[in-house]
C-alpha cells in the first residue's frame, strides 16, 4: 500500500508558475513509478508525465512538454511537478499516482495503482 498526499495547488495567473509536491507513505517508494494526471471540470482524466524508479527517465504529455517538469527525491519520498508558463486550459485537479511498473509511455488511468486526493490549481486569463 501506498498513500499520496498533494500539496501545492492554488491560484496563478495565465503565464505564471506553480509548484506541486507529493508526499508518498507506506511501500517502498523507489519500487514505484510515479506521476502526476489531471482532470478539468467536465473532462476525463489526462495524463499530464511520470518519472521512472530512479528518477532518470520522464516522460511527459504533448500538452505540457517543455512547460512542465517532473522530479523525485527517492531519499526524501517525494515527487514534484514544476509548472511553468501555465495557461487557463492548464486548469484542473491535479492527482499524484504511482505505478508498480517501471516502463514509459503508460498513460492510461488504469495504469496506476494508487493514487492521491487531489489538489486545485486554478489559472486565471
Known amino acids: 500500500q501506498v498513500q499520496l498526499v498533494e500539496s501545492g495547488g492554488g491560484l496563478v495567473q495565465a503565464g505564471g508558475s506553480l509548484s506541486l509536491s507529493c508526499a508518498a507513505s507506506?511501500?517502498?517508494?523507489?519500487?514505484?513509478?510515479m506521476g502526476w494526471f489531471r482532470q478539468a471540470p467536465g473532462k476525463e482524466r489526462e495524463f499530464v508525465g511520470r518519472v521512472s524508479r530512479g528518477g532518470t527517465k520522464m516522460y511527459y504529455a504533448d500538452s505540457v512538454k517543455g512547460r512542465f517538469t517532473i522530479s523525485r527525491d527517492n531519499a526524501k519520498n517525494t515527487v514534484h511537478l514544476q509548472m511553468n508558463s501555465l495557461q487557463p486550459e492548464d486548469t484542473a485537479v491535479y492527482y499524484c499516482?504511482?505505478?508498480?511498473?517501471?516502463?514509459?509511455?503508460?498513460?492510461?488511468?488504469?495504469?496506476?495503482?494508487?493514487w492521491g486526493q487531489g489538489t486545485q490549481v486554478t489559472v486565471s486569463s
Open positions: 507506506g511501500s517502498s517508494f523507489s519500487n514505484y513509478a
Open positions: 499516482v504511482a505505478d508498480r511498473l517501471n516502463y514509459s509511455g503508460r498513460t492510461n488511468p488504469s495504469d496506476y495503482d494508487y
